[in-house]
């Protein structure tokens, strides 16, 4: 059997064993992938740009996620950048560093996956970021480490990623105000 076979078989069986989602690639982000669900009970309206595969041996996705709302709440305005990312066994992510310096973090989620797949653990970590953070990573992107006890990994967002986001946060906050 032929290497490019093997490879196939092995992706074909990831696919169909359910541990690999559906896979958004491209840019920009269309606007009709991007959920906009108002919270009544919160008083805030969650902008979330949709899930982007970065690699997928191991699996690992972005998230861009905003709020918008009153002025008074807190969320309202703030913006965050989810990374999930699978493992052989729990990675306890705990840092993301980028240009020397450690972002604003917060762990998210620890999953077992149920299925019987090389990468059954997934970890999920926050970048936090303000509206003039946001603005600049629109213009240069980033590229930055996550880094647990027992794994790390580097990974690049480009900034037409963080720009449509940025773009369609805004156009949306402004119709609201």
Not at 2 to 12: E, K, P, S, Y
Not at 44 to 58: C, F, G, K, N, R
């Amino acid at each position: 059997m032929t290497a490019m076979r093997v490879i196939g078989l092995f992706l074909l069986c990831l696919l169909l064993s359910g541990c690999v989602g559906t896979m958004t690639y491209g840019y920009p982000i269309s606007p009709t992938k991007v959920l906009i669900e108002p919270n009544p009970h919160q008083g805030l309206t969650p902008i979330t740009s949709p899930a982007t595969e970065y690699a997928l041996v191991p699996l690992q996705r972005y998230t861009l996620i905003s709020w918008i709302g009153p002025r008074e709440n807190p969320k309202s305005g703030t913006f965050y950048v989810q990374v999930q990312a699978h493992f052989t066994r729990r990675a306890y992510l705990h840092s993301v560093y980028s240009g020397g310096r450690e972002l604003d973090t917060d762990f998210v989620d620890y999953e077992r996956m149920k299925c019987k797949c090389t990468y059954p653990a997934a970890e999920t970590i926050q970048i936090n970021l303000t509206e003039s953070e946001m603005a600049e990573l629109a213009i240069r992107g980033i590229t930055f480490e996550v880094v647990g006890r027992r794994e790390r990994f580097v990974m690049t967002i480009p900034a037409a990623y963080f720009e449509n986001h940025l773009t369609l946060h805004r156009g949306r906050r402004d119709r609201v105000s």
